[in-house]
């Protein structure tokens, strides 16, 4: 059963986003614990971002982490934290204790093996166990990628690993990228799809079998609780059977 809420354009389907996003960390926090969130990069979570800024909520009681990050250093201009941190972290006075990002101006290997660590530490994990993210965040390009995971990588078939190194032949990058047992292991997904460029990838990544090696959108998103949807109407034009 797929889960898609259809929105007019693109800013509200970045607030209704980040609304579910709120209220789902905040159920997390009912129990006394912090939560857990992570976020991707690309061009459709900027709004959602700004939102996050001017929402009056106990940040300081989330726990932040990322999807995946460009092998560029943190002020660059390609980097996932950078847009983050200018949409919202900065400006919404986000406590800097709780930001866990990718170490994008290492070398990809090194930074995925250290990211991989931090997970292990911080959700106290035995070998093999997956950390389970209270929310995770991601977005969708036009042909079908999440996280930094393309169409065809091999990587995609990595249930046991945390984070790894990919090298993206189209953009000449490498890039870090949470693997698929993580993104499957996450309490909640929400999806933010937005722009007519995504609307034919969209439609296949909704209505046809599960086949994420060509559609690398469908990781955990078919699984018994399954992702909730975020798109605009350009982006949702050619999946309205879906």
Same mark, same amino acid.
């Given at each position: 059963m797929i889960n898609a809420k259809r929105f007019a354009d693109t800013q509200q389907a970045a607030e209704g986003c980040a609304a579910h996003i709120i209220s789902v960390l905040a159920e997390a926090m009912s129990g006394g614990s912090d939560a857990t969130l992570a976020i991707s990069g690309g061009t459709s979570p900027k709004l959602m971002f700004e939102v996050f800024a001017k929402t009056t909520?106990?940040?300081?009681? &989330?726990?932040?982490?990322?999807?995946?990050?460009?092998? &560029?250093?943190?002020?660059?201009?390609?980097?996932?934290?950078?847009?983050?941190?200018?949409?919202?972290?900065?400006?919404?006075?986000f406590p800097r204790a709780n930001?866990?990002?990718?170490?994008?101006?290492?070398?990809?290997?090194?930074?995925?093996?250290?990211?991989?660590?931090?997970?292990?530490?911080?959700?106290?994990?035995?070998?093999?166990?997956?950390?389970?993210?209270?929310?995770?965040?991601?977005?969708?390009?036009?042909?079908?990628?999440?996280?930094?995971?393309?169409?065809g990588e091999p990587l995609i078939e990595d249930r046991?690993?945390?984070?790894?190194?990919?090298?993206?032949?189209?953009?000449?990058?490498?890039?870090?990228?949470?693997?698929?047992? &993580?993104?499957?292991?996450?309490?909640h997904t929400a999806m933010l799809v937005t722009g007519a460029d995504k609307a034919q990838?969209?439609?296949? &990544?909704?209505?046809?079998?599960?086949?994420p090696i060509e559609y690398p959108a469908q990781i955990a998103t078919r699984k018994q609780d399954p992702a909730v949807w975020f798109v605009d109407a350009a982006a949702a034009a050619g999946a309205e059977n879906a």
């Amino acid at each position: 059963m797929i889960n898609a809420k259809r929105f007019a354009d693109t800013q509200q389907a970045a607030e209704g986003c980040a609304a579910h996003i709120i209220s789902v960390l905040a159920e997390a926090m009912s129990g006394g614990s912090d939560a857990t969130l992570a976020i991707s990069g690309g061009t459709s979570p900027k709004l959602m971002f700004e939102v996050f800024a001017k929402t009056t909520f106990p940040w300081e009681r &989330v726990q932040l982490f990322w999807v995946d990050e460009r092998g &560029v250093p943190p002020a660059d201009a390609q980097s996932n934290f950078k847009l983050a941190d200018d949409a919202w972290l900065a400006p919404g006075q986000f406590p800097r204790a709780n930001v866990h990002r990718m170490q994008g101006e290492l070398p990809a290997q090194t930074a995925a093996q250290r990211y991989s660590a931090a997970l292990m530490k911080f959700f106290k994990l035995a070998p093999g166990e997956m950390p389970r993210f209270d929310v995770i965040h991601r977005g969708m390009g036009p042909d079908a990628h999440t996280a930094s995971l393309f169409p065809g990588e091999p990587l995609i078939e990595d249930r046991s690993g945390l984070a790894a190194a990919v090298w993206v032949e189209k953009f000449k990058q490498w890039r870090i990228t949470l693997l698929p047992g &993580v993104l499957e292991a996450a309490r909640h997904t929400a999806m933010l799809v937005t722009g007519a460029d995504k609307a034919q990838a969209l439609a296949a &990544v909704l209505a046809a079998p599960y086949n994420p090696i060509e559609y690398p959108a469908q990781i955990a998103t078919r699984k018994q609780d399954p992702a909730v949807w975020f798109v605009d109407a350009a982006a949702a034009a050619g999946a309205e059977n879906a």
